[in-house]
Nanobody, 124 residues
Framework: QVQLVESGGGLVQAGGSLRLSCAAS????????MGWFRQAPGKQRDFVAH????????YYADSVKGRFAISRNNAKNAVYLQMNSLKPEDTAVYYC?????????????????WGQGTQVTVSS
C-alpha cells in the first residue's frame, strides 16, 4: 500500500509555471506506475500524464503535450509535474495516483491509490 500527498499548487498568471510534487510513503514506490489527473469544477476527472516505473517513458494528454512534464525520483519516493505556459483552462484540482499494474492507463478507475489533490488556479 502507498499513501500519496500532493503539494505545490497555487495561483499563477496565464503563461506562468508551477511544479507539483507528490510524496509517497509506504514500500516499493518504484513498483508503481504513477499518473497525474485533474478535475475542474463541475467536470469529470481527466488524465494528464503517466510515467513508467523507471521514469524512462511518459505519456501525455494532448491538451498538455509540450507544456507539461512528468518525472519521478524513486530514491526520494516522489513524482513531479512541471507545468509551463499555463492557461486558464488548466485550472483544476490536480491529483497524483499510483497503479500497481505495469501498464500505463489514461483511465482513473485503473489506479489503485490517490492523493487528496492540490488546487491550481490560472488567472487570465
Amino acid at each position: 500500500q502507498v499513501q500519496l500527498v500532493e503539494s505545490g499548487g497555487g495561483l499563477v498568471q496565464a503563461g506562468g509555471s508551477l511544479r507539483l510534487s507528490c510524496a509517497a510513503s509506504g514500500r516499493s514506490f518504484g513498483t508503481y506506475r504513477m499518473g497525474w489527473f485533474r478535475q475542474a469544477p463541475g467536470k469529470q476527472r481527466d488524465f494528464v500524464a503517466h510515467i513508467t516505473r523507471s521514469g524512462g517513458f511518459a505519456y501525455y494528454a494532448d491538451s498538455v503535450k509540450g507544456r507539461f512534464a512528468i518525472s519521478r525520483n524513486n530514491a526520494k519516493n516522489a513524482v513531479y509535474l512541471q507545468m509551463n505556459s499555463l492557461k486558464p483552462e488548466d485550472t483544476a484540482v490536480y491529483y497524483c495516483a499510483a497503479r500497481t499494474d505495469a501498464e500505463g492507463s489514461v483511465y482513473d478507475h485503473a489506479y489503485d491509490y490517490w492523493g487528496q489533490g492540490t488546487q491550481v488556479t490560472v488567472s487570465s
